[in-house]
């Protein structure tokens, strides 16, 4: 079992950032695949980034260039730092872990999520 905590989100203004955490518990966090992944209202949820245990690192296009995943295997946490938000960034972001990088950058793969944090981009 995994269990899985995100912080820092909160309410920020457009042009603005903020550096999501979500720290890791039960497992050997360094041999799993970490990712982040997002809802926004009336919309299904989406890959924002995943990061492999060896450090290679998938984002979706709209991110590219503003978001950047990272992790610290000491710690057993993952970073999503997201830099030049915009409105249309407003979601609640999850955290999630899987045994590999292409189940954890797929939502219908991903063995265990957090329980969310909301991310508010103010125009």
């Known amino acids: 079992q995994v269990q899985l905590v995100e912080s820092g989100g909160g309410l920020v203004q457009a042009g603005g950032s903020l550096r999501l955490s979500c720290a890791a518990s039960g497992s050997i966090f360094s041999s799993n695949a970490m990712g982040w992944h997002r809802q926004a209202p009336g919309k299904t949820r989406e890959l924002v980034a995943g990061i492999s245990s060896g450090g290679r690192i998938n984002y979706a296009d709209s991110v590219k260039g503003r978001f950047t995943i990272s992790r610290d295997n000491a710690k057993s946490t993952v970073y999503l730092q997201m830099n030049s938000l915009k409105p249309e960034d407003t979601a609640v972001y999850y955290c999630?872990?899987?045994?590999?990088?292409?189940?954890?950058?797929?939502?219908?793969?991903?063995?265990?999520w957090g329980q969310g944090t909301q991310v508010t981009v103010s125009s």
């Open positions: 999630a872990a899987a045994t590999i990088l292409r189940r954890v950058v797929d939502t219908t793969l991903v063995d265990y």
